[in-house]
């Protein structure tokens, strides 16, 4: 009996030691907009080879998974659509299968099922990872709030200059956010003005305007990529043609020539749709409209001085009132990393957790894990920006991820802008003060010139922008391209979606001057070290600012600042000059990267990209594997012998001085 007994006690204990611990359920969270009849999955790597059959079998759209457990939960919802989230791109299927994108996809159901049910059923199932509903964007802006437009015409007529400025533009004396020295007209119309509050370009623009190599991927609405001012600075897909109907480069989108419209679905952008209000054309100037051009104004990173500016990306997100899904927009960050952007320019985001209710926000994550769990896709999107854009053997390994922290008068910022990896900006006005509307707190990594209205603008009065003489005045907004009803031409605007593309702006103009000083830097290098050259500006904030709550309307109402609040909770003011200044002693040389030749392929590089200045021959270690060819700046790979085929790819035929490929003398030439 006692034998037993202990028998019966160890098989007890091996039960309870080998049980394995249940499966987490997946977070549900449905959020208030969550759209109707859809829900994104994420499955567990597990489940590849099936929905990789599956997808096959369909031509990448099909009514369910191919997983029974999965599909019986698809047939009791009535699903009719199963996709992938991110389209096959032949160039980078690997990494984002590294990165476990493929195993994201969006299912669409009988919009009279109840979401959060729906969730709850297919959380149940062992296979299923991660659960999210699908939600439309938020604008960090008011769409209603109309800008101030002032024609081509208009803006041509334009000749007052205080300054010297460096370009031709006729109006970039309006933009005192770039070269503030406190004699501008803007001093003359506004008291509240202090020389020196501005993005520091007169120091940068001696040093470099720009490289079209650098893009920036402009996430908005549409950018009128055929306004006057900016056509020379646009990103364009070679080899892709609007209405060709094929996808010539192989990266899962049709004719996107252009950029691409997330909201249709279309690689039809569009800058005309009711209700556009030409923002994104506004922030894409201020990034790169095409300096010395004789017409218009300037944007900080748009060339001049016989240099070509970076180059923009439009990634629609806002078309006329419509917002993309979360869905879309995920594809979009993938989209600009997977096509060469290394900035994302963002002004849009949820609202502050501290957004105040009574003024209509609905308060948004308040952590960033409540933010990670509530939008995983998000999130995973993001971190393939970040750790994906750019090339380890390029400017930057990585890429800046950089949003407006929002403008709901919040002590602390929107996200995704607070998210650690990313570059969270807020506004001040032109006098180092806070803009009122800004969001702040201690997620803020930078600031920069936004405008202030409330501020500078006459209570009561929506004719702002015009004097008694019914000349236009400087009215304490930023200056940029515009687009309205679909005519180029420039005008105001505010907010923390201004400040946001001036860093873009300074991001883009230094890793240009770094590409021309051949200097490397990491992703988190590069942020911070646009945080460490920033100025601290914490001085500024002592006693009370008066500003005026909805200024153009009757009854105003007057609020006081604390400016003491703001301290150290505005990150650091965005200076390009010092920027610039750093970026010699910073990052590390560039090398000629380690080069692998597919079998029976040649590859080139261009030395004028990497620290080999004077070479006249290269030569590599083993001729048997490859062999090097040197026409002027360009160095050639080629094969030596079909046989190397057997072994797959060859290399490294050329590498770094530390790799035994290729000798010294190939690299630095004698």
């Given amino acids: 009996m006692a034998v037993a007994l202990f028998a019966a006690a160890c098989v007890n204990d091996d039960i ?26 994420k499955f567990k790597p597990e489940m590849e080879a099936i929905l990789d059959a599956t997808m096959t079998r369909s031509g990448g759209v099909a009514t369910r998974s191919g997983i029974p457990s999965t599909d019986e939960i698809l047939e009791i919802l009535d699903a009719y659509h199963f996709e992938r989230v991110f389209p096959v791109d032949e160039r980078h299927e690997e990494r984002t299968r590294k990165n476990g994108l493929h195993l994201w996809y969006i299912v669409k159901f009988n919009p009279e099922e109840d979401i959060a049910s729906a969730m709850e059923r297919l959380a149940q199932l062992g296979e299923v990872d991660k659960l999210q509903c699908n939600r439309p964007i938020q604008r960090a802006y008011n769409p209603s709030c109309e ?41 003359q119309q506004w008291a509240g003005v202090v020389a020196g509050a501005d993005a520091g370009c007169k120091e940068a623009w001696e040093l470099s305007t720009g490289d079209e190599e650098i893009i920036v991927a402009v ?8 306004h006057p001012d900016l056509a020379d600075n646009i990103w364009i897909n070679e080899g892709e043609e609007y209405n060709a109907g094929i996808d010539a480069d192989g990266n899962g989108y049709i004719d996107d020539k252009y950029g691409y419209n ?74 600009a990393a997977d096509n060469g952007a290394v900035i994302l320019q963002c002004s849009w985001g949820y609202h502050s957790a501290k957004a105040n209710l009574i003024m209509g926000y609905t308060p948004g994550p308040a952590t960033e894990e409540e933010w990670a769990a509530t939008y995983p896709l998000e999130k995973e999107a993001l971190d393939y920006f970040i750790h994906n854009a750019g090339s380890p053997n390029g400017v930057i390994n990585g890429g800046l991820a950089i949003f407006a922290s929002g403008n709901e008068y919040a002590a602390q910022s929107s996200f995704p802008a607070a998210y650690s990896k990313c570059i969270s900006v807020s506004a001040i006005a032109a006098d180092y003060t806070p803009a009122s509307y800004a969001n702040y707190g201690s997620e803020v990594l930078l600031c920069a010139p936004g405008g202030d209205l409330e501020y500078y603008g006459t209570p009561g009065s929506s004719d702002d922008a015009y004097d008694e003489n019914g000349i236009l005045k400087e009215q304490g907004a930023i200056y940029s391209t515009l687009v309205v009803n679909g005519v180029a031409g420039y005008g105001y605007y505010e907010g923390t979606s201004m400040a946001c593309p001036h860093v873009s702006g ?28 920033g100025r601290d500006i914490d001085s500024y904030f002592s006693g009370e600012k008066l500003f005026y709550m909805r200024h153009t309307s009757a009854g105003a109402t007057p609020i006081k600042m604390n400016l003491e609040d703001y301290r150290g909770k505005m990150g650091h003011l965005v200076d390009a000059g010092a920027l610039l200044k750093a970026i010699d002693g910073s990052g590390r040389d560039m090398r000629l990267p380690n080069i692998y030749l597919a079998p029976l392929q040649s590859t080139t590089l261009e030395l004028t990209h990497y620290n ?59």
Wanted: charged fraction near 20%; aromatic fraction near 6%.
């Fill in 262 to 335: 997330f909201v249709r679905n279309t690689p039809i952008t569009s800058w005309t749709s009711n209700g556009s209000t030409g923002h994104g054309t506004h922030v894409a100037g201020t990034i790169a409209a095409v300096n010395d051009n004789g017409i218009g104004v300037a944007g900080i990173a748009g060339g001049g001085n016989g240099m070509k500016g970076v180059k923009i990306m439009t990634l629609q997100l806002f078309d006329g009132m419509n917002s993309c899904t979360l869905a879309m927009e995920a594809r979009a960050m993938k989209y």
């Fill in 16 to 41: 309870t030691l080998t049980t394995p611990n249940p499966t987490p359920t997946p977070n549900i969270v449905v959020t208030e907009d969550a759209t109707k009849g859809e829900v994104i999955i």
């Fill in 506 to 533: 300074v991001a883009a103009l230094g890793l240009a001057y770094a590409k021309q000083q051949k200097r490397h830097f990491t992703w988190e290098e590069f942020r911070d070290l646009m945080y460490t050259t």
């Fill in 612 to 670: 080999v200045e004077g070479a006249k021959s290269a030569t590599v270690a083993n001729i048997e594997i490859a062999e090097a060819e040197l026409n002027g700046d360009m160095l050639t790979i080629n094969p030596a012998a079909p046989r190397c085929c057997r072994g797959g790819p060859h290399g490294p035929a050329a590498s770094r001085p530390d790799s035994p490929g290729c000798t010294r003398r190939s690299r630095r030439g004698s």
């Fill in 147 to 187: 800008p101030t437009f002032v024609s081509c015409a208009e803006a041509e007529q334009a000749t007052t200059r205080s300054i010297e400025w460096p370009f031709n533009d006729p109006d970039i004396y309006r933009q005192w956010c770039y070269i503030n020295d406190g004699t501008a007209p803007i001093a």
């Fill in 219 to 226: 996430m908005d609405e549409a950018v009128m990529w055929s």
